[in-house]
């Protein structure tokens, strides 16, 4: 026990040379300094993709719905240089959008679903068969999602051309439309919706600060739907 005691004290009585003090010094400095800048370097990009957000409306295209999404695109592909129509809802032939320009039409399936869902291959099988009965020249798949892997293989081989969430954005930033989506879903009206309970229309509502599809019929008709059930799809 003695020995122990005396080995202790030893070593107490040691003391670091003066340089290997100060490098032991500066390695700290060196690991702190790193932290800090690396939390500053965080922050610098959660700001930027928040002042690309908003800048590209994308918070406002999450909250349109399938048509209002078809109505934008029309906005953004008019200033490429194309004439675009929206197909009939029935039998569109997995086609939504046409775009033509003096040598070139393109078929667009717009998907207009919540941002953390992603589109299957089926929105790109059906916009290759569509595109044939079109005649189009190129075929597209528009979303402010993104794309399972599946979907991105398939679309590699049929030569479908794929724009996700990322891409819209760049596009929308780059081009700079002449109308924000904030615009187009104020002065475009929702496509109708149905209750399935007694078929009378439904109402976009708000309580808690959260969104929701009540039915006209209430309180008769009880029937809600969250936000994101209709606009998914």
């Known amino acids: 026990m003695s020995n122990n005691v005396e080995v202790k004290e030893m070593f107490q009585d040691v003391e670091l ?7 032991a010094y500066g390695m700290l400095a060196l690991v702190f300094l790193i932290l800090v800048l690396g939390v500053a370097f965080q922050m610098l990009q959660h700001y930027k993709r928040e002042s690309k957000l908003a800048k590209s409306g994308m918070k406002d295209i999450d909250k349109m719905d399938g048509f209002q999404f078809e109505e934008y695109l029309k906005v953004i592909f008019k200033k490429l ?14 086609v939504d959008l046409l775009l033509k320009s003096e040598n070139k039409t393109i078929a667009i399936q717009a998907k207009r679903y919540g941002f953390k869902n992603k589109v299957s291959l089926k929105a ?17 798949v528009v ?15 049929c030569n479908v051309r794929l724009v996700n969430r990322h891409e819209l954005q760049e596009l929308i930033l780059k081009l700079k439309p002449e109308k924000t989506p904030k615009q187009v879903r104020s002065e475009v009206s929702p496509e109708e919706k149905v209750c399935p309970e007694c078929k009378s229309k439904l109402k976009l509502r708000t309580k808690n600060n959260s969104e929701f599809y009540g039915c006209s019929n209430y309180p008769v008709c009880n029937y809600t739907a969250s936000f994101t059930i209709f606009h998914s799809m």
């Open 124 to 140: 790109v099988q059906e916009v290759y068969a569509g595109g044939t009965y079109y005649l189009a020249d190129e075929r597209w």
């Open 17 to 23: 040379p003066a340089s290997l003090q100060n490098f």
């Open 81 to 94: 240089g194309y004439r675009s129509t929206v197909t009939k809802k029935s039998g569109d032939f997995g």
């Open 143 to 157: 979303t402010n999602a993104f794309f399972t892997k599946s979907a991105l293989e398939l679309a590699k081989a």
